[in-house]
Nanobody, 126 residues
Framework: QVQLAESGGGLVQAGGSLRLSCAAS????????MGWFRQAPGKERESVAQ????????DYADSVKGRFTISRDNAENTVSLQMNILKPEDTAVYYC???????????????????WGKGILVTVSS
């Protein structure tokens, strides 16, 4: 099992920035691909960004490309999501996710991951 704990959410004005972090435990962090997903009110959960075990490969939703950056620190067992130029449509509960099966980041974009955090709310006001 993998335990995931998100932090860093909150309320921000449109155009602003937030940084989400996720601490992972339960398995060696370097064996886990990591990702962020989000679910807006009344909508299905969608992929935001994924990063491979080494950090060498990433994948982003078209809606966040150029604004969001996913990164990981294998020494600290954390993954982060830097969110810039936030828009009201970015308002959602953001979930940290992890997977140990060794698939490609694009696979996780399409099919999700095995382990999930509880989620953290990000609200962008207009």
């Amino acid at each position: 099992q993998v335990q995931l704990a998100e932090s860093g959410g909150g309320l921000v004005q449109a155009g602003g920035s937030l940084r989400l972090s996720c601490a992972a435990s339960g398995r060696p962090f370097s064996t886990l691909a990591m990702g962020w997903f989000r679910q807006a009110p009344g909508k299905e959960r969608e992929s935001v960004a994924q990063i491979s075990r080494s950090g060498g490969q990433t994948d982003y939703a078209d809606s966040v490309k150029g604004r969001f950056t996913i990164s990981r620190d294998n020494a600290e067992n954390t993954v982060s999501l830097q969110m810039n130029i936030l828009k009201p449509e970015d308002t959602a509960v953001y979930y940290c996710a992890a997977d140990a099966r060794g698939y490609s980041v694009s696979y996780y974009t399409d099919y999700g991951m095995d382990f999930w955090g509880k989620g953290i709310l990000v609200t962008v006001s207009s």
